[in-house]
């Protein structure tokens, strides 16, 4: 099919929900090719998704060897690798049980959920600039007014403080509040840090309000920020986390694990494809793979700091931003010209999350192509 074959089919019959310049049709590892056959470097990696990198051996053989026993079944019986899925992701998050899902939306459906039945009650905070998904339920814990107000009203009930203010979260939790939805970085803000005392005093006021604490790991989890969870950076331990994105290597996949006390009963949540033979397949053949990857995360983010060093970047091993302003989207186009996928999120932020797997040679690479581009 010609490039204006599949523009005008897209065009037709596709809703206009994305712009978008290019189709790629290849990957191996961090290098992607579009139709045109252009290579790239990649490091957008599906928003954070990609985090072993594109179409790695060892999850592909995972996928197909599942594909050729069973696809589907449902959740009514036991599915092969769940099992041993959620306890994997219950020893390197800290919690005690998990559920599974399709998505870090709907992760955070099932966190919303599971607060209310946990607390009886009904209203939540969360923080300005947030992000938890563009599901009905999700979307009322996310902040942006864009994606937020032609929707409205929502439900449930939610409040937003600036991200890190503790005094401003003080005045709007309550002992009415379900729970605190928080990230350990906003990335889809730009990749945004908070303070250093901000996670144990939002730990602290949870713990005196009965409100849980929710950490949002569906970008900063599975290994992005150099720690399974970007919150162990923190010393602090939520009631909730939930994951996705890198969760599955490009396979639909998300997470929810609580702590003890914590968990959903019989027909108080379920899913008909959450969970599955395939998704738990690509989620074990991933985690197998992030094992082996993670002590190299910091090095590398280390690499990306000090070769961007004079555009201030911030860097949490692999999760990178940089303030450039209006000239955001200038800049990504300059550099996928010259063979590297950057994106902008918002107030003019550019973000790079690249497969965790990337490696020295393509990250000077990179740093070079930026360095240019933002001149």
Known sequence: MTETDYRALDARYYMPAFGRERMLVKGRGARVWDDQGNEFIDCVAGI????????????VEAICRQARELIHISNLYYVPGQAELAKRVVEFTGMHKAFFSNSGAEA???????????????TFVAFEHCFHGRTMGSLAVTHKPAIREPFEPLEPGCAFVPYGDLE?????????????????????????????????GVRDLCDDTGALMIADEVQTGMGRTGKWLGIQHTGVEPDVVTLAKGIGSGFPMGALAAREGLEFGRSQHGSTFAGGPL??????????????????????GERFRAALAAHDPRVRGLMMGITVGDACAGIAAACAENGVLVNCA?????????PLVIEN?????VCAVLHAAIG
């Open 346 to 354: 918002a107030d003019g932020n550019l973000r790079l999350v690249p």
């Open 48 to 59: 954070a998704v990609c985090s072993t990198g594109h179409c790695h051996p060892h999850v």
């Open 168 to 200: 401003a979260l003080k005045s709007a939790v309550t002992r009415e509040t379900a729970g605190v939805f928080v990230e350990a970085i906003q990335g889809e803000a730009g990749v945004i840090c908070p303070p250093d005392d901000f996670f144990r």
């Open 279 to 300: 998704a738990c397949a690509a989620a074990n053949a991933t985690i197998d793979v992030l094992e082996e990857a993670l002590p190299s995360v910091a090095g590398k």
């Open 361 to 365: 040679d393509d990250i000077d690479r």
């Open 108 to 122: 955070n459906e099932g966190a919303i959920k599971l607060a209310r039945i946990a607390t009886g009650r009904r």
